[in-house]
């Protein structure tokens, strides 16, 4: 199945091996995890529990949105700008360069077209639509940010990419050209050329795998995008780590930082952040403006929906964060954030749902490990 991607294969195969990273057969996290409890009270959920249980997992009815396309042809009064497109999905305007993370446009975060978690409405902006981008940035492998069919459409056109470790492999397979892609390894950076724009991989704590027999196989990483007047940290996917601290000292500080909050279950082990996690990494990093990724689209973890969102608005202020949650296609700029409105509360008020919040019954047993 072509979206099950490429495999590393010669100089990347290389590559690979030689990073410190590397620990022989697949690449592992500065410190050890495992799929065990991480909270003594929480069992470890069955495949039904995952697919069925817990309420309100998806909206009744679509999120609020905004088409940004007006707002993007003119450019940010401070020079910095960013919309959230939905999940991990964001355009960053940054000094007149525009820079797109994780983009996903599939319907399913999920190798077919047919089953996997669906997303709960379409992206505000048609790719088709999408004005130009100066570069695109992939976290790491997993089909909830790295999407076949989008980057499929995007290899159509000149855009270059920067990506972790192997995760070139897959972009070439699908038909982005190699002299487009750029692979990195933690704490390496890229200048994208004649732009005084700099990216900079950092370490995260996750996996990878877009099968059962390449986990692992290609690295992870948070990123860095820095130019001379403002710096934007983006999470990818991650749980907590004692690495942000490091990359404060080294990379920050920051103007914008990007942070996973949804899909996180506490028996997977720190694979995910979760909101309250997510305040901890953001003090670590010595804070910046903070927009909260990785939630309000697909159905990853037996949480509500919402519930990212909630959590972060009440103690959101109480760690001191300044929030930025805009609605999805809603184009802010965070110097000029103003205060956050729960607009998310609108979507479940009573009445039939408009969204299909079904799911199947014949179900295999366990799920040891977050699909994401």
Same mark, same amino acid.
């Given at each position: 199945?072509?979206?099950?991607?490429?495999?590393?294969?010669?100089?990347?195969?290389?590559?690979?091996?030689?990073?410190?990273?590397?620990?022989?057969?697949?690449?592992?996290?500065?410190?050890?995890?495992?799929?065990?409890? @991480?909270?003594?009270?929480?069992?470890?959920?069955?495949?039904?529990?995952?697919?069925?249980?817990?309420?309100?997992?998806?909206?009744?009815?679509?999120?609020?949105?905004?088409?940004?396309?007006?707002?993007?042809?003119?450019?940010?009064?401070?020079?910095?700008?960013?919309?959230?497109?939905?999940?991990?999905?964001?355009?960053?305007?940054?000094?007149?360069?525009?820079?797109?993370?994780?983009? =996903?446009?599939?319907?399913?975060?999920?190798?077919?077209?047919?089953?996997?978690?669906?997303?709960?409405?379409? =992206? %505000?902006?048609?790719?088709?639509?999408?004005?130009?981008?100066?570069?695109?940035?992939?976290?790491?492998?997993?089909?909830?940010?790295?999407?076949?069919?989008?980057?499929?459409?995007?290899?159509?056109?000149?855009?270059?990419?920067?990506?972790?470790?192997? =995760?070139?492999?897959?972009?070439?397979?699908?038909?982005?050209?190699?002299?487009?892609?750029?692979?990195?390894?933690?704490?390496?950076?890229?200048?994208?050329?004649?732009?005084?724009?700099?990216?900079?991989?950092? *370490?995260?704590?996750?996996?990878?795998?877009?099968?059962?027999?390449?986990?692992?196989?290609?690295?992870?990483?948070?990123? =860095?995008?820095?130019?001379?007047?403002?710096?934007?940290?983006?999470?990818?996917?991650?749980?907590?780590?004692?690495?942000?601290?490091?990359? @404060?000292? @080294?990379?920050?500080?920051?103007?914008?930082?990007?942070?996973?909050?949804?899909?996180?279950?506490?028996?997977?082990?720190?694979?995910?952040?979760?909101?309250?996690? +997510?305040?901890?990494?953001? +003090?670590?990093?010595?804070?910046?403006?903070?927009?909260?990724?990785?939630?309000?689209?697909?159905?990853?973890?037996?949480?509500?929906?919402?519930? *990212?969102?909630?959590?972060?608005?009440?103690?959101?202020?109480?760690?001191?964060?300044?929030?930025?949650?805009?609605?999805?296609?809603?184009?802010?700029?965070?110097?000029? +954030?103003?205060?956050?409105?729960?607009?998310? @509360?609108?979507?479940?008020?009573?009445?039939?749902?408009?969204?299909?919040?079904?799911?199947?019954?014949?179900?295999?047993?366990?799920? %040891?490990?977050?699909?994401?």
């Amino acid at each position: 199945m072509k979206s099950f991607g490429g495999t590393p294969r010669g100089e990347r195969l290389e590559r690979i091996k030689a990073s410190p990273r590397w620990a022989g057969e697949r690449f592992r996290n500065v410190h050890p995890v495992m799929p065990g409890l @991480r909270d003594p009270n929480a069992s470890m959920p069955t495949i039904r529990e995952f697919l069925c249980d817990g309420e309100r997992r998806m909206p009744r009815r679509p999120l609020p949105s905004m088409n940004p396309l007006e707002a993007w042809s003119r450019p940010p009064g401070s020079g910095l700008r960013a919309t959230w497109l939905g999940h991990s999905t964001v355009l960053i305007e940054i000094d007149g360069l525009r820079v797109l993370t994780d983009p =996903v446009w599939g319907r399913r975060a999920s190798p077919s077209s047919l089953a996997g978690p669906k997303r709960f409405q379409p =992206v %505000p902006v048609p790719l088709r639509a999408m004005p130009p981008v100066d570069l695109v940035i992939v976290s790491h492998d997993h089909y909830d940010h790295l999407d076949y069919p989008t980057i499929h459409e995007i290899a159509k056109g000149v855009v270059p990419f920067v990506t972790s470790l192997g =995760v070139g492999a897959h972009l070439e397979y699908w038909g982005v050209r190699p002299e487009r892609i750029v692979e990195l390894d933690w704490w390496e950076s890229h200048e994208l050329p004649s732009t005084g724009l700099t990216v900079t991989a950092a *370490p995260s704590q996750h996996f990878s795998g877009r099968g059962l027999r390449n986990r692992n196989s290609t690295l992870w990483s948070s990123f =860095v995008i820095r130019t001379e007047r403002h710096a934007v940290f983006f999470s990818g996917d991650t749980g907590l780590t004692t690495e942000y601290q490091a990359i @404060r000292e @080294r990379l920050g500080p920051f103007d914008l930082v990007m942070l996973e909050v949804g899909g996180r279950h506490p028996s997977w082990g720190d694979m995910h952040l979760g909101p309250e996690n +997510a305040l901890k990494a953001l +003090a670590l990093l010595g804070g910046g403006a903070f927009l909260p990724v990785h939630w309000g689209t697909f159905n990853l973890a037996m949480h509500a929906w919402d519930q *990212p969102a909630e959590t972060l608005l009440e103690s959101g202020p109480r760690a001191g964060a300044r929030l930025v949650m805009p609605r999805l296609g809603e184009p802010i700029e965070p110097t000029r +954030a103003q205060r956050v409105e729960p607009w998310w @509360r609108a979507v479940d008020t009573t009445g039939k749902p408009e969204l299909d919040t079904t799911a199947p019954a014949t179900l295999p047993k366990a799920v %040891p490990w977050p699909l994401d």
